[in-house]
Each structure stands twice: as C-alpha cells, then as structure tokens.
C-alpha cells in the first residue's frame, strides 16, 4: 500500500514556474514508477511525466518535454515536477500515481494515486 499526498499547487503568470512535490509513505516507495497526470476541468486525465523506480530513466508528454523535470528521492519518499515557461494550456490539477509498470503513461497502470493539487496558469 502506498499513499500519496501532493502539495506546491497555486497560481502563477503565464512564463513562471512552480515546483510539484508528491510526499509517499511505506517503504516500498522505492519500487514503484512514479508518474504525474493532470485534469483540466471537462477534460480526461492526461499522462505528464513518468520516473522509473531508480531515477534512471524518464518519459515525458510532447505538451512539456524541455519545460518541465521529473525527479525523485528514495531516501525521503518523494518524487517532484519541476514546471518552467508555464502557460495557460497547463492549468489543472496535477496528481501523481504509483505503478508497477515501467514508465507506463496509460492511467490504467497506476495502482496508488494522491489526492491532487490545483495549478493556475494566469494570461
């Protein structure tokens, strides 16, 4: 069982940044593929960024590939999305999720999922 709480959401100018974090707890944190997804209002969950279990290998959506950074701390249970150059396109509630499966982007590999947090992109 894995339980993931997410925080550092909020509202920022189009061009500026934020930094995602996803808190986990149990110790098997190590030995999931962590990803990010978001949902904008009246859309579906789309894939964002994925990290396999040793930080070793990413995958990113063409929408945020050179703007935003996935990393990830086994020794603290955590994995983060560094967000650049945001724009309005990326306003939404990000979650992350936990899988089994290596660097999957379909939600329906994703065992474990936080709660989410809102990010608002201002024009």
């Known amino acids: 069982q894995v339980q993931l709480v997410e925080s550092g959401g909020g509202l920022v100018q189009t061009g500026g940044s934020l930094r995602l974090s996803c808190a986990a707890s149990g110790r098997t944190f190590s030995s999931y593929n962590m990803g990010w997804f978001r949902q904008a209002a009246g859309k579906e969950r789309e894939f964002v960024a994925v990290i396999s279990v040793t930080g070793g290998s990413t995958n990113y959506a063409d929408s945020v590939k050179g703007r935003f950074t996935i990393s990830r701390d086994n020794a603290k249970n955590t994995v983060d999305l560094e967000m650049n150059s945001l724009n309005p396109e990326d306003t939404a509630v990000y979650y992350c999720?936990?899988?089994?499966?290596?660097?999957?982007?379909?939600?329906?590999?994703?065992?474990?999922w936080g709660q989410g947090t809102q990010v608002t992109v201002s024009s």
């Open positions: 999720a936990a899988s089994r499966y290596y660097l999957f982007t379909s939600t329906s590999r994703y065992n474990y």
